[in-house]
């Protein structure tokens, strides 16, 4: 089993609470950005090319504490940027699992063995390491020789101190399915508690813009990747979801079960787009115009997205929106999706729509932003 049986309670009964109280707009997840700098500047990553004064700020321990109580989401992620570069990031993670959230903290590990006993161990925390595929693919993703090798060793030490630990990989144009499939069995093989798989999405201000998946290219790779799975396998991810990534569900997209709270605020309407900015988390939900985001509004923003913070809170919907959503989780968490079809695009070239390309550093330093 990929996650506790006490987190895998704890959603569900959080989820019926909101269903037999009537809300249709509930947050699952809360994404909380307590500061956008990094170490890294990935091609497919816009965080770190804001301008400098910008990259500087960084939420206070009480901001995030009053977020994630005007919020009541039963998990928090925290993403960035980096959020082990945060100063008093090991406050913000006592806080947190003071109130018993289940807390996703997202790390490309490379300050992960630097800054790990600043924390302890316990079932509400677990280092989500960013690691896009085996080691030459990730190095190429992150433009960093090595990193590969820092975050795995990074999560070796992390498992031995008795963290839970799980990986987190966004695919992109080009990504070679028989190697992610590889990538899958390396992690297994490393003892990380489970995966979690995303297309790229196109964030505006990410140095690369040609390499993000459209949809049926997304279904395409997921169905080669995902079918004819290893029972070993285990991903940190709703089934329902998996399948809607390999084609086989259709969904609309819910942007407010997963809301992003960061230095500006709460964002508009989700963690991929900005449309502006609320002062509380009611005022999110009652004025955001919810009709304009999703494929279904039209909105060209949206019309390639297939993103597990837009989609997955859809599948968890379906799972406890009725009998028949509950028995297909049950039989998509047992099924190995046997397909011959799939098997044959495994052995086919991988053809990206663009050339692959190096994206160089941008031009503000990373070390004119560090605190």
Same mark, same amino acid.
């Given at each position: ?26 947050? =699952? #997840? ?7 700098? !990094?170490?890294? %500047?990935?091609?497919?990553?816009? +965080? *770190? ?46 806080? =947190? #699992? ?7 903290? !997202?790390?490309? %590990?490379?300050?992960?063995?630097? +800054? *790990? ?47 839970? #630990? ?206």
């Amino acid at each position: 089993m990929s996650v506790p049986v006490s987190q895998m309670w704890t959603v569900a009964s959080y989820v019926i609470r909101q269903k037999l109280a009537g809300r249709k707009q509930y947050p =699952l #997840v809360l994404m909380l950005e307590p500061l956008f700098r !990094c170490n890294l %500047a990935c091609a497919g990553c816009g +965080k *770190i090319q804001y301008p400098a004064h910008i990259l500087k700020r960084q939420l206070t321990p009480e901001e995030c504490f009053k977020a994630v109580d005007e919020c009541g989401a039963p998990v928090v992620s925290i993403p960035g940027g980096e959020p082990l570069m945060h100063p008093e990031i090991e406050k913000i993670v006592a806080g =947190l #699992v003071a109130r018993k959230k289940y807390i996703y903290l !997202c790390t490309n %590990a490379l300050l992960l063995k630097e +800054k *790990i006993r600043l924390f302890k161990p316990t079932k509400y925390l677990t280092f989500s390491v960013h690691l896009d595929g085996e080691r030459e693919h990730h190095d190429f993703a992150v433009c960093r020789e090595g990193g590969y090798d820092i975050a795995v060793d990074a999560v070796r030490e992390a498992l031995q101190l008795g963290f839970r #630990v799980t990986t987190n990989t966004t695919l992109f144009d080009g990504a070679d399915p028989k190697s992610v499939r590889a990538f899958f069995d390396e992690m297994m093989k490393l003892g990380v508690e489970g995966m979690m798989l995303s297309p790229g999405y196109s964030y505006e201000k990410a140095p690369d813009q040609q390499h993000f998946l459209g949809r049926a290219r997304t279904r395409r790779l997921f169905r080669a990747i995902l079918s004819n799975r290893k029972p070993n396998w285990q991903f940190n991810l709703s089934p329902l979801f998996l399948e809607f990534l390999m084609g086989k569900r259709h969904y609309p997209c819910t942007p407010w079960g997963m809301p992003t709270y960061n230095i500006f605020g709460w964002q508009k309407p989700c963690y991929l787009l900005q449309d502006g900015y609320a002062d509380t988390f009611d005022e999110l939900i009652r004025e955001t115009e919810w009709a304009n985001y999703g494929t279904e509004s039209g909105n060209p923003h949206c019309a390639n997205c297939m993103v597990h913070s837009g989609y997955e809170a859809s599948a968890v919907n379906d799972t406890f929106g009725s009998l028949s959503g509950f028995l297909a989780t049950v039989k998509a968490t047992f099924s190995r999706y046997p397909d011959a079809g799939a098997l044959r695009l495994l052995d086919e070239p991988v053809t990206p729509a663009h050339p692959l390309v190096q994206i160089a550093t941008p031009s503000a330093s990373l070390e004119e932003t560090r605190v």
